[in-house]
């Protein structure tokens, strides 16, 4: 009954129409930003912080809240069409979206990170209303050996990411660990990598990497070949809906996305871009053909769709009931509370019941109106793909610059992003997948601030992984993921090896 009288309230607040204008503008201006590469929730919720000084709190955090899911819906976009990812958690999302473009299915592409965004979040929602108390309870049981344990093992299910060899999968892990200590060493203060560069003391720009590695580096590619290489669909409500066996084969990796999300989100500094990586990793593992993966597998945009949004909801609980922010969009956010004298942590839920229920509220109507803004849109976002390559990629290129330049107003990422894009073109010809390396540069840095603490903590015994009962079941899952694929890639060569002893054994 409580439950039932919390959302009873929450309603009577996000129903009111300061509050509906709010977070239509919050979702509305999200999807755009998320469209844009490179631009990002950060920098769009950064300039909106200044408004909310003239609002309530409630209306406040709805509209900050709404660019930031928002915008994981509008990441998708440019990841599709045209290789860039407007976000770093839809990065993965370029894997099988733009081959699937390509293929002339960019509408039943869009259509699906429609539905799987809105599956994850309304999942990601329900946790954040029914387990609220038990997650942020759990959260607190997570301390450095677990986290490091839980990094670990999302940088060996990053391995199996690669289309290709296992072996170069893992070569782009550790490249992405070496970039991701480019910079000030945490403990010491020493600079690591940085070859007296005063740019490199942050370290690598995450946004640089991302759209220098998918973007520019597929601009190089494509300028001769793009246009004879795409194909042209007929824009209609048929063409984006996907075939049965299409949405057939999207439902368990939805529920798995949704899940692994909506736990991930819930655990402070991991968020949505760690949970959609694991959650392909995880379907890639799963499938019957993981060849399919990487050439256009609806499963590939499903599940981590699903995912990114799941945990950009339940991201939200550690920020608000603990006071702890899992990213740097969740601090701006609680900066924002604070500005308004609200303090953020355990008794926010009892002190402050009406804007904690009214956010949980006004996210189900959020996602509901980002569906019928994503929806009727497709076939217009699907009309860039009509445009002739040789026209596109110089707006591209520009879109790339600006976003780029945008998150430091440091004309120095641009040329990063450049240097990485023909790197990444090289990487591309020799058949290195970037997404192992994207990952290994987002954990990299985590797994070593984390491994350091629990290291400090314990007074250097490495032990303290194993003692601890949650840190020995993540590392025992990552050493069985370690065997299940020592013994896939046995079995796969163990199996081609017979079939070429069957084709010589035939007679001329």
């Given at each position: 009954?409580?439950?039932?009288?919390?959302?009873?309230?929450?309603?009577?607040?996000?129903?009111?129409?300061?509050?509906?204008?709010?977070?239509?503008?919050?979702?509305?201006?999200?999807?755009?930003?998320?469209?844009?590469?490179?631009i990002g929730a950060l920098a769009a919720i950064s300039l909106l912080l200044p408004l909310t000084y003239h609002m309530?709190?409630?209306?406040?955090?709805?509209?900050?809240?709404?660019?930031?899911?928002?915008?994981?819906?509008?990441?998708?976009?440019?990841?599709?069409?045209?290789?860039?990812?407007?976000?770093?958690?839809?990065?993965?999302?370029?894997?099988?979206?733009?081959?699937?473009?390509?293929?002339?299915?960019?509408?039943?592409?869009?259509?699906?990170?429609?539905?799987?965004?809105?599956?994850?979040?309304?999942?990601?929602?329900?946790?954040?209303?029914?387990?609220?108390?038990?997650?942020?309870?759990?959260?607190?049981?997570?301390?450095?050996?677990?986290?490091?344990?839980?990094?670990l093992l999302g940088l060996v299910a990053a391995s199996s990411m690669s289309a290709g060899s296992a072996v170069k999968?893992?070569?782009?892990?550790?490249?992405?660990?070496?970039?991701?200590?480019?910079?000030?060493?945490?403990?010491?203060?020493?600079?690591?990598?940085?070859?007296?560069?005063?740019?490199?003391?942050?370290?690598?720009?995450?946004?640089?990497?991302?759209?220098?590695?998918?973007?520019?580096?597929?601009?190089?590619?494509?300028?001769?070949?793009?246009?004879?290489?795409?194909?042209?669909?007929?824009?209609?409500?048929?063409?984006?809906?996907?075939?049965?066996?299409?949405?057939?084969?999207?439902?368990?990796?939805?529920?798995?996305?949704?899940?692994?999300?909506?736990?991930?989100?819930?655990?402070?500094?991991?968020?949505?871009?760690?949970?959609?990586?694991?959650?392909?990793?995880?379907?890639?593992?799963?499938?019957?053909?993981?060849?399919?993966?990487?050439?256009?597998?609806?499963?590939?945009?499903?599940?981590?769709?699903?995912?990114?949004?799941?945990?950009?909801q339940t991201a939200f609980v550690p920020s608000l009931s603990l006071g702890i922010p899992g990213d740097a969009v969740?601090?701006?956010?609680?900066?924002?509370?604070?500005?308004?004298?609200?303090?953020?942590?355990?008794?926010?839920?009892?002190?402050?019941?009406?804007?904690?229920?009214?956010?949980?509220?006004?996210?189900?109507?959020?996602?509901?109106?980002?569906?019928?803004?994503?929806?009727?849109?497709?076939?217009?976002?699907?009309?860039?793909?009509?445009?002739?390559?040789?026209?596109?990629?110089?707006?591209?290129?520009?879109?790339?610059?600006?976003?780029?330049?945008?998150?430091?107003?440091?004309?120095?990422?641009?040329?990063?992003?450049?240097?990485?894009?023909?790197?990444?073109?090289?990487?591309?010809?020799?058949?290195?997948?970037?997404?192992?390396?994207?990952?290994?540069?987002?954990?990299?840095?985590?797994?070593?601030?984390?491994?350091?603490?629990?290291?400090?903590?314990?007074?250097?015994?490495?032990?303290?992984?194993?003692?601890?009962?949650?840190?020995?079941?993540?590392?025992?899952?990552?050493?069985?993921?370690?065997?299940?694929?020592?013994?896939?890639?046995?079995?796969?060569?163990?199996?081609?090896?017979?079939?070429?002893?069957?084709?010589?054994?035939?007679?001329?």
């Amino acid at each position: 009954m409580d439950l039932f009288a919390n959302l009873w309230l929450g309603l009577q607040v996000a129903v009111e129409p300061t509050n509906l204008l709010y977070c239509f503008f919050g979702v509305f201006l999200g999807t755009v930003v998320g469209v844009l590469p490179g631009i990002g929730a950060l920098a769009a919720i950064s300039l909106l912080l200044p408004l909310t000084y003239h609002m309530s709190p409630t209306a406040a955090i709805i509209m900050l809240a709404g660019v930031y899911y928002g915008a994981q819906y509008g990441g998708s976009t440019a990841s599709i069409l045209l290789n860039l990812p407007g976000t770093p958690s839809s990065a993965v999302t370029c894997l099988d979206g733009y081959p699937m473009a390509k293929k002339g299915k960019a509408g039943v592409a869009l259509f699906v990170t429609t539905i799987a965004s809105l599956v994850g979040a309304m999942t990601g929602l329900i946790m954040l209303t029914l387990f609220s108390p038990v997650i942020a309870e759990v959260g607190l049981k997570f301390g450095p050996a677990e986290f490091c344990a839980m990094m670990l093992l999302g940088l060996v299910a990053a391995s199996s990411m690669s289309a290709g060899s296992a072996v170069k999968g893992l070569c782009m892990m550790v490249f992405g660990l070496l970039l991701g200590m480019v910079g000030t060493d945490v403990n010491s203060g020493a600079a690591r990598f940085s070859f007296d560069v005063p740019e490199l003391m942050d370290g690598i720009n995450l946004v640089a990497l991302a759209m220098g590695l998918f973007g520019v580096a597929e601009v190089v590619r494509n300028i001769n070949s793009a246009d004879s290489q795409r194909k042209l669909e007929n824009i209609s409500l048929k063409s984006m809906v996907p075939s049965r066996q299409e949405f057939g084969a999207t439902i368990k990796p939805m529920a798995r996305g949704s899940a692994l999300g909506a736990a991930l989100g819930a655990l402070p500094g991991v968020g949505p871009s760690i949970a959609a990586f694991m959650s392909y990793a995880i379907e890639k593992r799963v499938a019957k053909d993981p060849s399919r993966f990487g050439k256009g597998a609806v499963e590939g945009i499903a599940a981590p769709e699903a995912s990114n949004n799941a945990a950009a909801q339940t991201a939200f609980v550690p920020s608000l009931s603990l006071g702890i922010p899992g990213d740097a969009v969740m601090a701006v956010m609680l900066g924002a509370l604070i500005i308004h004298g609200i303090q953020p942590g355990p008794m926010l839920i009892t002190e402050q019941p009406s804007l904690f229920w009214g956010l949980v509220v006004s996210f189900a109507i959020g996602n509901l109106m980002l569906v019928i803004l994503n929806l009727p849109t497709i076939g217009l976002w699907v009309a860039l793909l009509r445009i002739p390559f040789a026209w596109m990629y110089p707006a591209i290129l520009v879109f790339v610059a600006l976003g780029v330049y945008s998150v430091n107003n440091n004309t120095f990422d641009i040329y990063t992003v450049a240097t990485l894009g023909i790197m990444g073109y090289v990487l591309m010809v020799l058949k290195f997948e970037p997404a192992p390396l994207l990952l290994g540069y987002i954990l990299g840095p985590l797994l070593e601030e984390y491994l350091r603490r629990a290291l400090l903590i314990s007074r250097g015994d490495p032990m303290t992984f194993l003692e601890r009962p949650i840190s020995a079941t993540l590392l025992a899952f990552t050493a069985l993921l370690l065997i299940w694929a020592f013994w896939s890639t046995v079995r796969s060569n163990l199996r081609a090896k017979e079939e070429l002893d069957a084709l010589r054994a035939l007679p001329d």
